[in-house]
T-cell receptor, first 112, second 112 residues
Framework: GQQVMQIPQYQHVQEGEDFTTYCNSSTTLSNIQWYKQRPGGHPVFLIQLVKSGEVKKQKRLTFQFGEAKKNSSLHITATQTTDVGTYFC????????????FGQGTILTVHP | NAGVTQTPKFQVLKTGQSMTLQCAQDMNHEYMSWYRQDPGMGLRLIHYSVGAGITDQGEVPNGYNVSRSTTEDFPLRLLSAAPSQTSVYFCASLRTEGGEQYFGPGTRLTVT
């Protein structure tokens, strides 16, 4: 997959505040996936985006894929303590979804 | 379904020792992958397989061997452990439709 840069590396929020993490690439991406990893756990698939300008929602989570397919974002509205963890974006290279290239991840801490 | 299972959960090796990390899945997925996770570096692909008898290198393959004799199993072999291989290792299998990767619980390896 293509190299993806993810920012910020860390984010500390108060419960109820919103949170956004961004994923950027210098080249056009065929797809972007998002994963969540709880502390001490394993990555869990959240969603995949493949279309230019695509927006998908899962309850309080909103995922966007840029019009140029070079960036993506994950936005969480009104964070809860259960949102704590590391959020990764990843790109599956070419036609092989088995080859994921991950961003560095954003570690989210939520203070009650 | 047990999903993706990995053994052992923890392992301590001395430099120069060899060992095999086991990975099995019962979802009849064709694609399987091995990743290592190091702080601040996300997950990096070591090796992957698109089916029994077919393997290929990922981003960081040096020092590791894999084989895929059955659809279910994808062991990762460390030939001569080095301190730089201290990491958390995740095995994943892929549901080709939708691109979702299912991760195992991980093996935490320390090489002294």
């Amino acid at each position: 997959g293509q190299q993806v840069m993810q920012i910020p590396q860390y984010q500390h929020v108060q419960e109820g505040e919103d949170f956004t993490t961004y994923c950027n690439s210098s080249t056009t991406l065929s797809n972007i996936q998002w994963y969540k990893q709880r502390p001490g756990g394993h990555p869990v698939f959240l969603i995949q985006l493949v279309k230019s300008g695509e927006v998908k929602k899962q309850k309080r989570l909103t995922f966007q894929f840029g019009e140029a397919k070079k960036n993506s974002s994950l936005h969480i509205t009104a964070t809860q303590t259960t949102d704590v963890g590391t959020y990764f974006c990843a790109n599956a290279g070419g036609t092989s979804y088995g080859k994921l290239t991950f961003g560095q991840g954003t570690i989210l801490t939520v203070h009650p | 379904n047990a999903g993706v299972t990995q053994t052992p959960k923890f392992q301590v090796l001395k430099t120069g020792q060899s060992m095999t990390l086991q990975c099995a899945q019962d979802m009849n997925h064709e694609y399987m992958s091995w990743y290592r996770q190091d702080p601040g570096m996300g997950l990096r692909l070591i090796h992957y397989s698109v089916g029994a008898g077919i393997t290929d290198q990922g981003e960081v393959p040096n020092g590791y061997n894999v084989s895929r004799s059955t659809t279910e199993d994808f062991p990762l072999r460390l030939l001569s452990a080095a301190p730089s291989q201290t990491s958390v290792y995740f095995c994943a299998s892929l549901r080709t439709e939708g691109g979702e990767q299912y991760f195992g619980p991980g093996t935490r390896l320390t090489v002294t």
